[in-house]
Every structure is written in structure tokens, then in C-alpha cells.
């Protein structure tokens, strides 16, 4: 009987230390909730947003605070609160919080402010309460967008016209640039002209009228600003032009690219032509707009007029409307997108102007094609030439021989297909070769600083 007792005396303490136990290590807990991760963009701009991973194993999370304050301001961004069970705490052992907040809309103001959480547990410490973890830190408000001064006066366009925008920005930026109909041409900075940007744009040939154009910042907390452009546009017609293609012009060019591409359907010449003429041409154009859509070279070097191939002749415009035909049947149409010069057969080739070779090789329909980036966007291409005197990497002067001409790709005659680009847009030539052009849409938005080179 004795030895019963004793057993139940002993059973009896066994449950009650683990119950003491029980209530000591879990309902008595001590470990406040850890904060696993903090996301906050800083700056915070007129939209911030932050996240924020948290976690406590032992009695989970009860509540979630998130405020923000600034001299004596105070404000809650986020409040949370979770089911406490009286025995088993909270189910929620991990939270993963997305906050989005308006600063100023809350009516805080750009400069420090203060970011605190406060975050509680299921434990039935601190009077039930919970082990509490404050947490706090100094972040940046930027709720000030970006003021953008135009230097530049009015910009005169016609479709497939060039200009350059001259624009200052009051801060840091992480983006700006002329967003014109929807195209984005980015703004070039200066070393020797500190704080102002430069942004060559372009009126694409296609489009007659321009629906917006303004200048656009965003500043390294999100805010963003926009500045209309004035502008003024300048009709210009185009020519329509027919190509007859005839059997003896398929059979000497053909065999030259089933020679190179395998995509190029085999067997019919006509059935060829038309595979080249559109989609090669096509798919050629595409390459060459993103090979001269940025700069890579840190100067700019379109500010003299475009040298032309000399003693040239003219033989078809930039904008040519093309409708091709063969046996008195329409094959296709395209738009020309450069300039064709013919001089002597295997005429030396001069640098338009200086700048770096970005591109040296042969390309479907344009032959043999060199492109130089020459800075803020502008490019030249020289195509259907013999070969090449340069290479990817060169930089080139002004004038300097880069080939000769030759009927390399789709190429009828011995010429040079000449084009110019501006941040990935086929442009005009001829305003380029204009030194009045030059001068009073280029050259004199340029601070005197600029022009210092060669
Ligand atoms: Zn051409």
C-alpha cells in the first residue's frame, strides 16, 4: 500500500514537472520573434514600398506594427493581428508582409524619418502579452520629383527628320530620356559638360504627325517628372518608285545567297527573291537597328557635316516607297531606308565622319556592311562594299578609308548604300550632309566645350 502511494507520489511530481516544464519552455517562453528579411527601396519616393519576413518557432507571431514617423509625425503603415490560442499560441509561424505607402500623401516630408516595427509573440510573458520585438531605423524620404529645364529651343521634324534635345535635371536620376510617340531615345551625358543632357531623337518615316514628345526623369527613389518638348513639324512627300526585276538580275544575284543562307527557299529564283526582298530584309533591317540603338563611345562626333562618297551621283533617296515587279506582276514593296551613291566602280570609301567600328560583315540584302557609332545614338552604315579596310573595335577618323564600293547583296550596280541612325531609327541622310543643318540643329545647342575635338 505504501509502495503504491509512492509510486502515484512519484507519478503525480513527474506530471507536474513536465507541466512546469511545459508551461516554462513553451507557454513561458522567452525568445522574442526573429525578423528574417527587410526589403525597403531607399530612397523612399511619393511610392514606397517595403517587405518584411518574419518569424517566431515557439509560440508564433501574435501582432505586426509597421510605423513610420518624422518630428513628433507618426504614422501606421501596416497593423496585424493573429488568433491566439490560450493553450497552443499562434498558428502563424512565419508572416511574409508586401506594404505599399504614400509618404506624402500621409504628410511626411522629404528628409530622414523613422521606420519601426513592432512585433509580438504567443508566449504568456509580459503579463500575457508577449515577448516584444522592437525594432527600428533611420531611412531617407525623396518625395520631391525631378525638375527638368530645357535648353534647346523649338524642335523642327519631318518624318524621318532628326534633332537633339538639350535638357537639365535638378538630381541623380536612374532614368531620362525624349520619349517621342511612344519611342524612347535616352539622353548622353558629357564629361566636359557636367549636368546637361543630350538626346538625339528622330521622327520615324512612317509617322506623319507627332502625338507626344516630352522629356522624361525618373529619380533614384521612383519619382518621376515630364517636360513637353516644343516641336514643329515639316511635311515631307516621298517618292514612289518601280523596280522591274528581271530573269538576268535573279540568276547573277541568287546563287550568292542560297550560297549563304540555308534559309533561303532552293530551286525557284523568283520564289528566292521574294523570300529575300521581304522577310531578309526584314530580319537585316531589325539587326541593324539594335546594333545602333546606344552608344558605346564616350564622345560625339556628328557635329561637322556628313562626308559624302566623292564625286558621287544620286541614284535613289532616303524614303523611297519601292514597288517591285516582275514580268508586269507586283512581287513585293519596301521602303528604301538609305542613299544610294555610285561613283567609279570600287570607289574608295570615306569615314562620314569619326567614330568606332561596331560592325563589319556581311548582311543578307545590304552585302558587305560596316556600321560606326559616332556618340549619343548616331550611327552610319556603309553597305554592298568589296570588303573591309577596318575592323570590329577601330576607331576611325573622319574621312578615313574604310573599303570600296561593290554590288555585294542585293545590290543591281556598283554603289554605296549609305544610312544613318539615331538610337535605332533609319534617318534622312541628306540633313546630316547639310552643314547648315549641322549647325543650326546640332552644333549650336553645344556647349564650346564639346566641339574641343579633333
Ligand atoms: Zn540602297
Known amino acids: 500500500m505504501k509502495r503504491v502511494f509512492s509510486i502515484l507520489l512519484l507519478m503525480g511530481a513527474v506530471v507536474l514537472v513536465g507541466g512546469l516544464s511545459f508551461l516554462f519552455f513553451f507557454k513561458f517562453e522567452g525568445t522574442p520573434p526573429e525578423i528574417q528579411k527587410i526589403i525597403i527601396n531607399e530612397p523612399v519616393g511619393k ?71 513592432q512585433i509580438a509573440d504567443g508566449s504568456w510573458r509580459n503579463g500575457l502579452k508577449g515577448n516584444t520585438l522592437w525594432w527600428e531605423r533611420e531611412i531617407l524620404l525623396d518625395l520631391d520629383s525631378p525638375r527638368i529645364v530645357i535648353h534647346s529651343p523649338i524642335h523642327y521634324l519631318s518624318p524621318g527628320g532628326s534633332n537633339l534635345v538639350v535638357y537639365s535635371i535638378s538630381e541623380k536620376v536612374s532614368r531620362q530620356g525624349v520619349v517621342l510617340n511612344g519611342h524612347f531615345f535616352e539622353g548622353y551625358t558629357l564629361p566636359q559638360a557636367p549636368g546637361l543632357y543630350f538626346s538625339l531623337i528622330a521622327l520615324p518615316l512612317e509617322e506623319k504627325e507627332i502625338t507626344q514628345m516630352f522629356v522624361e526623369a525618373e529619380d533614384l527613389a521612383g519619382n518621376k517628372a515630364r517636360l513637353p518638348v516644343a516641336y514643329y513639324v515639316r511635311k515631307k512627300r516621298y517618292r514612289h518608285d518601280v523596280i522591274n526585276i528581271s530573269d538576268r538580275f535573279l540568276k547573277r544575284k541568287i546563287p550568292e545567297f542560297w550560297e549563304r543562307y540555308a534559309e533561303v ?113 548616331l550611327f552610319t552604315l556603309y553597305a554592298h562594299l568589296a570588303g573591309f579596310n577596318v575592323s570590329v573595335g577601330d576607331t576611325v577618323k573622319r574621312g578615313q578609308l574604310l573599303g570600296y564600293t561593290d554590288t555585294t547583296g542585293l545590290a543591281g550596280g556598283d554603289h554605296l548604300h549609305f544610312a544613318v541612325l539615331v538610337q535605332g531609327i533609319f534617318v534622312e541622310p541628306i540633313e546630316w550632309f547639310d552643314p547648315h543643318w549641322i549647325k543650326t540643329r546640332i552644333v549650336e545647342k553645344l556647349p564650346q566645350k564639346v566641339l574641343k575635338h579633333e
Open 47 to 117: 511610392k514606397g514600398s517595403l517587405s518584411l519576413e518574419i518569424s517566431d518557432k515557439r509560440s508564433g507571431i501574435r501582432s505586426i506594427k509597421v510605423i513610420l514617423s518624422q518630428k513628433g509625425k507618426e504614422a501606421v503603415l501596416a497593423e496585424k493581428e493573429y488568433p491566439v490560442d490560450f493553450i497552443w499560441g499562434s498558428k502563424k509561424k512565419r508572416a511574409y508582409l508586401e506594404i505599399r505607402f504614400e509618404p506624402l500623401k500621409l504628410g511626411f516630408r522629404s528628409g530622414k524619418a523613422r521606420l519601426g516595427f
Open 265 to 377: 527557299p532552293r530551286g525557284d529564283l523568283l520564289k528566292a527573291f521574294i523570300y529575300i526582298n521581304t522577310e531578309m530584309r526584314k530580319k537585316n533591317n531589325t539587326t541593324i537597328s539594335k546594333l545602333a540603338r546606344h552608344s558605346q563611345t564616350k564622345g560625339f562626333y556628328g557635329d561637322k557635316a556628313f562626308l559624302r562618297l566623292p564625286k558621287s551621283a544620286t541614284r535613289a533617296l532616303f524614303g523611297d516607297h519601292r514597288t517591285y515587279y516582275y514580268k508586269g506582276k507586283e512581287i513585293g514593296r519596301a521602303v528604301h531606308l538609305g542613299i544610294d551613291l555610285a561613283s567609279v566602280a570600287r570607289a574608295p570609301v570615306p569615314a562620314a565622319a569619326e567614330g568606332k567600328v561596331v560592325f563589319a560583315d556581311y548582311l543578307g540584302i545590304y552585302g558587305n556592311t560596316l556600321i560606326l557609332d559616332h556618340g549619343f545614338g
